[in-house]
């Protein structure tokens, strides 16, 4: 069965920092590529970063260069996303998406359910 199972999220004062974790099962972990997107309230999904299977492509919105880094750990079959330097403007639902596009098989595509990042004072 294919889980993505987020987790992390929670309350942070702005100039804070949190680490999301993205735990992957069910499913061949380095054939996919994986994406952090986020929902801000009454927002649309927004791309934060994104990683590629091997981990060697690496894109990061504009907003959070510098302060967001991706990165993915094979034995753990986990995607991370260190978070530091937090903003308000950070809030949001973050979600973990893999994707995996092949001639024979087309696109595959799984979403976590996400974890709420809060940041305020």
């Known amino acids: 069965e294919v889980q993505l199972v987020e987790s992390g999220g929670g309350l942070v004062q702005p100039g804070g920092s949190l680490r999301l974790s993205c735990a992957a099962s069910?499913?061949?972990?380095?054939?996919?590529?994986f994406t952090w997107v986020r929902q801000a309230p009454g927002k649309g999904l927004e791309c934060v970063s994104y990683?590629?299977?091997?981990?060697?492509?690496?894109h990061y919105l504009e907003s959070v260069k510098g302060r967001f880094t991706i990165s993915r750990d094979s034995g753990e079959n986990t995607v991370f996303l260190q978070m530091t330097s937090l903003k308000p403007e950070d809030t949001a639902v973050y979600y973990c998406?893999?994707?995996?596009?092949?001639?024979?098989?087309?696109?595959?595509?799984?979403w976590g359910t996400g974890t709420l990042v809060t940041v305020s004072s």
């Open positions: 998406n893999a994707q995996r596009h092949s001639l024979s098989d087309g696109v595959m595509d799984f």
């Open positions: 069910g499913f061949a972990f380095s054939s996919y590529s």
């Open positions: 990683i590629s299977n091997s981990g060697g492509t690496i």
